[in-house]
């Protein structure tokens, strides 16, 4: 029996040492969601504008891969490699918001339960008061997790369509530049052609 109340003291005094690093956790997981917030209403602003970043960026590469390019016998290759690469950014742009949607949430959880603990604790000790904050604590790191959550959530909703756009635009983008690219090398064959 000895053992079992050793195992059960050492999981409260790690459950006890974990509630800070929780709480900070959920401070700066709210920081970041509003950071997060204010970036995605200006990208939302510039897209009713009829202005994207990432689609400005993209063109410039395009742009960049078109000058550099002596011959065009590879440049459909290296056009193909700057859109999986241009894609794959897009992709790991989400991979943030995603990360908030699982986590914030879990931290809520954890610093639920944490102080739950504790307020029962308390309430065996007969120290109601200690036992009224360590449950408004409880519940109100439910609220800012679940909160974080849910706009982190709202926020996916709208960026992975706006990453499904910029995905179809740079694909139809790199689709004309190489047919740009061919025509330019066929009347320049053309052109060779006529004068021999």
Same mark, same amino acid.
């Given at each position: ?34 950071? @997060? ?15 994207? @970043? ?79 904050? @360590? ?20 926020? @996916? ?40």
């Amino acid at each position: 029996m000895n053992i079992f109340a050793g195992l059960t003291t050492f999981l409260y005094v790690i459950s006890s040492a974990l509630f800070f690093p929780v709480v900070a956790g959920l401070v700066l997981l709210t920081f970041w969601i509003l950071i @997060s917030f204010g970036s995605f209403l200006r990208e939302y602003v510039e897209r009713k504008q009829g202005n994207s @970043s990432v689609l400005n960026k993209y063109r410039r590469v395009l742009d960049s891969e078109i000058e550099s390019s002596h011959s065009n016998d590879a440049l459909d290759i290296r056009l193909e490699r700057s859109l999986q690469e241009a894609e794959l950014g897009l992709i790991k742009s989400l991979d943030k918001i995603r990360f908030s949607i699982r986590v914030g949430p879990a931290l809520g959880l954890m610093g639920t339960l944490i102080p739950m603990g504790i307020a029962l604790s308390a309430l065996a000790q007969g120290d109601m008061m200690k036992m009224a904050g @360590s449950m408004v604590t409880a519940f109100t790191t439910t609220v800012v997790g679940l909160a974080c959550g849910v706009a982190a959530y709202l926020m @996916s909703i709208v960026k992975e369509k706006w990453v499904r756009a910029d995905m179809r635009e740079m694909e139809y983008m790199t689709e004309l530049t190489l047919r740009g690219s061919k025509l330019e090398e066929d009347n320049e064959v053309s052109e060779e052609t006529e004068k021999v």
